[in-house]
């Protein structure tokens, strides 16, 4: 069964930094690439960053470019998202998702309406940023 589990969101202060993490099982991790998305109160849901295990491509959207960095564990399956000089524009649940396609994950980030044919979610986890 393929399972991806989002943990270390929380409440913190403007400024403040969370790393989250995703961790996975039931497929190859090596032959996916694993991309983080969020979805604030009443807003889509939008693409973050997203990192190609199998070549270590990284990419990343938007506000989060310079405050935002992606990593991989590859030896505990694991997608990390450090998240610096974090806004209260941040604030937001935050989901990693899988694909063994890297370009449908990719193209996800900048286009919502191939999120759907990203393969695998985790069920999120919830960043507040107080002001």
């Known amino acids: 069964e393929v399972q991806l589990v989002e943990s270390g969101g929380g409440l913190v202060q403007t400024g403040g930094s969370l790393r989250l993490s995703c961790a996975a099982s039931?497929?190859?991790?090596?032959?996916?690439?694993i991309g983080w998305f969020r979805q604030a109160p009443g807003k889509e849901r939008e693409g973050v960053s997203c990192?190609?295990?199998?070549?270590?491509?990284?990419y990343y959207q938007g506000s989060v470019k310079g405050r935002f960095t992606v990593s991989s564990d590859n030896a505990k399956k694991t997608v990390y998202l450090q998240m610096n000089n974090l806004q209260p524009e941040d604030t937001a649940v935050y989901y990693c998702?899988?694909?063994?396609?890297?370009?449908?994950?990719?193209?996800?980030?900048?286009?919502?309406?191939?999120?759907?044919?990203?393969?695998?979610w985790g069920q999120g986890t919830l960043v507040t940023v107080s002001s």
């Open positions: 039931g497929f190859t991790f090596e032959d996916y690439a």
């Open positions: 998702a899988a694909d063994r396609d890297s370009g449908v994950v990719v193209t996800a980030l900048s286009t919502p309406a191939v999120e759907s044919e990203v393969d695998y």
């Open positions: 990192i190609n295990i199998n070549d270590g491509s990284i």
